[in-house]
């Protein structure tokens, strides 16, 4: 059974950082493109970075672009997600994703980050 | 303003069909494939359709996607109180280097 699971949410300061993981099971990790997508509580799906199968190809939204890094370790079927210089607007559910766009679209229950003081 | 945008609300009656629709660009519609995704309360979104019109395995025929230039469309029939969720549209986005989502309708089964 594909199982994706999140952890590593919580609630941090503004200006603090926080690192996500995402732990793969059930399916050939290293095969697949991962995605970070975060949605915050009431509202719509916004995505936040995808990194390819061996770590080489790597783009980000805007709004995060120099503040957060997505990485992979294959060894580890885990996924990261570091996030620095947070910001009240980041506050959101972070769900990590399995190649979105096509047939093998697979989605972890999400972690809560909430950015306050 | 976001690239992909999706009527906010739908509604229809059990067994009654409904559409939700998904309008786009040419960088993003007009030239890559669309999936949908249904998000229960509370719940992971949930792939229903990709490539424009293809089921994953397990999803009922009941749904089913089209695509006509840089519009989608979602169609749901015979609907059931268990189909009352969100439904966002995604395709990728030249711009973004990315997917771009839609802003999701709030499908209610009165």
């Known amino acids: 059974e594909v199982q994706l699971v999140e952890s590593g949410g919580g609630l941090v300061q503004p200006g603090g950082s926080l690192r996500l993981s995402c732990a793969a099971s059930g399916f050939t990790f290293s095969a697949y493109w991962m995605h970070w997508v975060r949605q915050i509580p009431g509202k719509g799906l916004v995505w936040v970075a995808r990194i390819n199968t061996d770590g080489s190809i790597i783009s980000y939204a805007d709004s995060v672009k120099g503040r957060f890094t997505i990485s992979r370790d294959n060894a580890k079927n885990t996924l990261y997600l570091q996030m620095n210089s947070l910001r009240a607007e980041d506050t959101a559910v972070y769900y990590c994703?399995?190649?979105?766009?096509?047939?093998?679209?697979?989605w972890g229950q999400g972690t809560l980050v909430t950015v306050s003081s | 303003q976001s690239v992909v945008t999706q009527s906010p609300s739908a509604s229809g009656t059990p067994g009654q069909s409904v559409t939700i629709s998904c309008s786009g660009r040419s960088s993003n519609i007009g030239s890559h494939t669309v999936s949908w995704y249904q998000q229960l309360p509370g719940t992971a979104p949930k792939l229903l359709i990709y490539s424009d019109n293809q089921r994953p395995s397990g999803v009922p025929d009941r749904f089913s996607g089209s695509k006509s230039g840089t519009s989608a469309s979602l169609a749901i029939s015979g609907l059931q109180s268990e189909d009352e969720a969100d439904y966002y549209c995604?395709?990728?986005?030249?711009?973004?280097?990315?997917?771009?989502f839609g802003g999701g309708t709030k499908l209610t089964v009165l």
């Open positions: 995604a395709a990728w986005e030249d711009s973004l280097i990315g997917p771009a």
């Open positions: 994703a399995r190649e979105i766009l096509t047939s093998q679209g697979y």
